[in-house]
């Protein structure tokens, strides 16, 4: 079965500082993966996008990885902001007719003064 | 701003009754996707449209049903509203039938 897991579930973290956000998959064959920031209320906005052969991706303070060999994913977020606040959802297609992506359950970041 | 639209912004209703939601993708999408967020939760996936088809069914209700049209903006009907249907609705667009999501802003619905 097709399944995305992120962790930490949530995370706490002062303005300025770094964190990394995990996410793992079981998705098979693999096409690519997002990931999205939703701010609470609001649709979510793609952050990135790795297929395949890339493993490395920046957004601005953003930077996300990707090691298709363990099927495991980071998101690492460069001198966090209060903005910054925001759930960060994993997001894996595959190729398939049909349902052929599964979002993940996301991890919700605190960003405090 | 997206370049989805969706319609109402907010609805409250009461139990037993009937609701539709709209959604306009953004112009030159074919696909459209209908989630469901409920308070604290993940988005569920519901359903997708492409170019007027059904492509894929999540964990769509049997009381839920959705349709997309010729100019190929969607609607998502909710019948038998229970409390639990009590939720944000998002639709999201894309290119094609695969493809980077965009999402709209939400209807926020409210069962009493």
């Known amino acids: 079965k097709n399944q995305v897991e992120q962790s930490p579930q949530s995370l706490i973290i002062l303005e300025g500082k770094n964190c990394t956000l995990q996410?793992?998959?079981?998705?098979?064959?693999?096409?690519?993966l997002r990931w999205y920031k939703q701010d609470t209320g609001r649709g979510p906005v793609s952050l990135t996008i790795?297929?395949?052969?890339?493993n490395t991706k920046s957004n601005g303070r953003y930077t996300a990885t990707l090691d298709a060999d363990t099927k495991q994913s980071s998101l690492h977020i460069t001198a966090s902001q209060l903005s910054d606040s925001a759930s960060y959802i994993c997001?894996?297609?595959?190729?398939?007719?049909?349902?052929?992506?599964?979002f993940g359950p996301g991890t919700r970041l605190s960003v405090l003064p | 701003d997206s370049g989805v639209t969706q319609t109402p912004k907010h609805l409250i209703t009461a139990t037993g009754q009937r609701v539709t939601l709209r959604c306009s993708p953004r112009?030159?999408?074919?696909?459209v996707y209908w989630y469901q967020q409920s308070l604290d939760q993940g988005l569920q996936f519901l359903i997708q449209?492409?170019?007027?088809?059904?492509?894929a069914k999540g964990n769509i209700l049997e009381r839920f049903s959705a349709q997309q049209f010729p100019d190929l903006h969607s609607e998502l009907n909710l019948s038998s509203l229970e409390l639990g249907d009590s939720a944000l609705y998002f639709c999201?667009?894309?290119?094609?039938?695969?493809?980077?999501?965009?999402f709209g802003p939400g209807t926020r619905l409210t069962v009493l």
């Open positions: 999201a667009s894309s290119v094609g039938p695969d493809g980077e999501q965009f």
């Open positions: 996410c793992n998959y079981t998705v098979s064959p693999f096409s690519n």
């Open positions: 790795m297929t395949f052969s890339e």
């Open positions: 997001v894996v297609s595959w190729d398939n007719y049909g349902q052929n992506f599964v």
């Open positions: 112009s030159g999408d074919l696909s």
């Open positions: 449209y492409y170019n007027g088809e059904e492509r």
